[in-house]
C-alpha cells in the first residue's frame, strides 16, 4: 500500500500543491499575467465584465510601490509588479484583494538617465510575466529576473558580463516585456549598440536560441501562429522581424526606423478567422510613420517566408500606444493633433473615425465585453463603445493626480492602476 500522507509527498508534489493553493485552477481563467493581458493583446476573458458604471469610480486600496512605467500583472489572488526604490529595482506581489505587500525582491540597478528622456525617469518600463508558479521580470539595465510566485526566493537571474553590454546608458534603456511560450522565456536585451534576443529555459535559465541580428527598440515581442508556423514578431531598433519560434532562425524581416530610432508600440497580429475581415494581418506603426498592414506569405517550394504589404495609411500614426483589435476593427491613439483615439477598418486601412484630439502623449488600451478602456497618461480613464460609428465617451474618469504611463489590469474586483509611485486598485461598477 502506498502511503499517500501529507508527510510523504515528494517535493515535487509539494511544489504543485503549493502552485494550485496559490493560483487555483479558477482564477487563472481569470489571470492578467503579462504584458496586454493572457493573449497580449490588450483583450480580457470573455467571462470578465464590467457591469453598470459608475458615477465615480471608488478607490478599493492604494499602496506605496516605487517609480516606474511597468505594469501590473495578476496571477490568482496575487498582483506583481516591477519597480524602482532609488537605485534598486522592486519586484514586489501584493494581495489583490487588500493591496498588502506579501514579498518583495530587490537589487542594485544604477541607470544613467540620457538628458533627453529625464522626464521618464530611471524605469523600469518592462511588465513581467507569470507563468507555472514563476515571475520574470526584465529591468531596465537588463537585469533578467525569475523568482517563485509564492515567496520571491531567486531561482535565477542572468546580468550582462563586463564589456559584454553595458545596458547602464541605453537611451531610455530596456523597455521590451518578456513573454512565456511552451517553457520558454523570451526577452529582447541590450543598447544602442548591441541586442540579443534570446528565449531561455524557464526553469533554469539556460539559452535555448539567441539572435543578435539588431538592437532593441523599445516595443515588446508577440509570438503568432501563420500557417502552423509559429514566430516571435517584435520591432528592434530598425527593422520588423519574425524568427522561427522553436530556433530562433531570421525568418523575414521588413526595415523600418521610425523617427528617433524608437520603434515602441508592440506589433499587432489579426489571426484568420474565416472572416474575410481578419485575414491574418501583421499591424505595425512608428513615430511619424503612418501605420502599416502586411500578410506573411509562404513559398511552397523554398518554404522561405515574405511579408507582402496590403495596406498603408498616414492618417493616423502611432507613438507610443499599441493599439488593439475587435470586430474586425483597429482602435488606438495616434500621435496627431496632440492624441486623437482613432478606429481604422482592419480589412482597407480606412479610417473609420478619429477623436478632436488633446488626450495627450499616450493611452493605453483594454477592451472589456464590448467596451474600450483607454488610460491616459494625465490620469483620465475613458470608456467608449467598442464601435466604427463614432467616439463618444460614456464615461471619462479622473483616476489619478499623477502620471499613469503603465497599462491597467482588469480584473474582477476592479482596474488595477499604477501611477508615478503608487497601485490602486479602482472599482467601476455601479
Known amino acids: 500500500m502506498i502511503d499517500t500522507s501529507p508527510w510523504t509527498l515528494p517535493c515535487r508534489a509539494w511544489h504543485l500543491l503549493l502552485v494550485l493553493v496559490l493560483f487555483p485552477p479558477a482564477a487563472l481563467a481569470q489571470d492578467w499575467n503579462q504584458w496586454l493581458g493572457p493573449t497580449r493583446d490588450g483583450v480580457a476573458p470573455a467571462s470578465l465584465k464590467l457591469g453598470e458604471l459608475a458615477e465615480t469610480p471608488k478607490t478599493v486600496w492604494k ?7 511597468s505594469s501590473p500583472v495578476v496571477s490568482g489572488d496575487r498582483v506583481f509588479v516591477l519597480t524602482r526604490k532609488g537605485d534598486q529595482e522592486v519586484l ?5 484583494g487588500d493591496g498588502k505587500i506579501l514579498w518583495q525582491e530587490k537589487y542594485a540597478a544604477p541607470f544613467t538617465t540620457n538628458q533627453a528622456a529625464t522626464a521618464h525617469g530611471k524605469g523600469p518600463f518592462a511588465t513581467p510575466a507569470v507563468a507555472d508558479g514563476r515571475v520574470f521580470a526584465l529591468g531596465i539595465g537588463g537585469v533578467l529576473t525569475c523568482c517563485d510566485a509564492g515567496d520571491g526566493r531567486v531561482i535565477w537571474r542572468k546580468v550582462f558580463k563586463e564589456g559584454e553590454i553595458d545596458s547602464r546608458e541605453f537611451f531610455c534603456g530596456n523597455s521590451s516585456s518578456p513573454l512565456v511560450d511552451q517553457g520558454r522565456l523570451i526577452a529582447y536585451r541590450g543598447d544602442d549598440s548591441k541586442g540579443i534576443l534570446g528565449a531561455y529555459d524557464v526553469k533554469t535559465g539556460d539559452e535555448i536560441w539567441s539572435w543578435s541580428g539588431d538592437n532593441p527598440g523599445y516595443s515588446s515581442p508577440i509570438v503568432i501562429d501563420v500557417g502552423g508556423s509559429k514566430h516571435v514578431v517584435t520591432l528592434s531598433q530598425t527593422k520588423v522581424i519574425g524568427l522561427d519560434a522553436d530556433s530562433g532562425l531570421l525568418l523575414w524581416e521588413i526595415p523600418f526606423v521610425s523617427q528617433w530610432k524608437e520603434n515602441v508600440p508592440t506589433p499587432v497580429y489579426s489571426a484568420p478567422d474565416g ?6 494581418l501583421l499591424v505595425y506603426s512608428g513615430t511619424k510613420r503612418g501605420v502599416t498592414a502586411v500578410r506573411l506569405d509562404r513559398d511552397p517550394e523554398s518554404g522561405s517566408w515574405a511579408p507582402v ?13 499599441t493599439p488593439l483589435v475587435g470586430d474586425g476593427f483597429l482602435f488606438g491613439l ?32 483594454v477592451l472589456v465585453g464590448d467596451k ?5 497618461t494625465e490620469g483620465s480613464l475613458i470608456v467608449f463603445p467598442r464601435s466604427p460609428e463614432g467616439f463618444e465617451a460614456i464615461r471619462t474618469y479622473g483616476v489619478s493626480e499623477t502620471p499613469t504611463w503603465a497599462t491597467p489590469a482588469p480584473v474582477d474586483q476592479g482596474l488595477l492602476i499604477k501611477n508615478q509611485d503608487e497601485l490602486m486598485l479602482v472599482s467601476l461598477k455601479g
Open 92 to 96: 514586489s506581489a501584493l494581495g489583490l
Open 372 to 376: 474600450i478602456l483607454s488610460l491616459t
Open 309 to 321: 504589404t496590403v495596406w498603408e495609411t498616414g492618417e493616423v500614426s502611432l507613438y507610443m500606444s
Open 63 to 69: 499602496t506605496t510601490v516605487g517609480e516606474g512605467h
Open 334 to 365: 495616434s500621435q496627431l493633433r496632440k492624441g486623437q483615439i482613432f478606429c481604422l477598418d482592419l480589412a482597407s486601412g480606412e479610417v473609420a473615425w478619429t477623436s478632436k484630439g488633446r488626450h495627450g502623449d499616450n493611452a493605453s488600451f
Open 275 to 280: 472572416a474575410s475581415r481578419n485575414a491574418g
